[in-house]
């Protein structure tokens, strides 16, 4: 079986057994790699994470054609992330309103700005 055809049935695998449990990530930590980095393609697609090969079930979508909200919800809530044992980072206060701003950009009504009702340039918590 050629490598790739290997590695994708591993992943595909975890995929389908997957459990929302996250025992590689504790309480009031993120992931690094879902918060400090982007990976994309030459032609522009934007997948979960570099630790993830680029194969179309790890695609979340056009880079250009996405708010950066969307891009963080996407890669942040992706299943792949509960089994993946990369070392996570305690969460900064600059993390958790990059996910409260995601979060309350995915709630808003079609109209609204992502941010509708908060305080521009100011923080949305402090911890």
């Not at 979508?61 to 089994?83: F, N, Q, V, W």
């Not at 969460?91 to 941010?115: F, I, K």
Request: proline fraction near 9%.
């Amino acid at each position: 079986m050629p490598l790739k055809t290997y590695t994708s049935n591993i992943y595909q695998d975890r995929l389908k057994n997957y459990v929302p449990d996250k025992p590689y990530e504790q309480d009031g930590e993120v992931c690094p790699l879902i918060m400090d980095t982007i990976s994309i393609d030459a032609s522009g697609k934007a997948f979960v994470c570099c630790a993830c090969p680029n194969y179309w079930f790890f695609r979340i979508g056009a880079y250009l054609e996405m708010t950066k909200d969307e891009i963080l919800m996407k890669r942040y809530s992706h299943p792949i992330c509960a089994s993946c044992p990369f070392p996570r980072r305690d969460a900064t206060d600059p993390d958790r309103n990059a996910l409260v701003g995601a979060l309350v950009s995915r709630l808003s009504r079609p109209g609204q700005g992502s941010m509708s009702g908060l305080v521009a340039g100011k923080p949305l918590l402090s911890f």
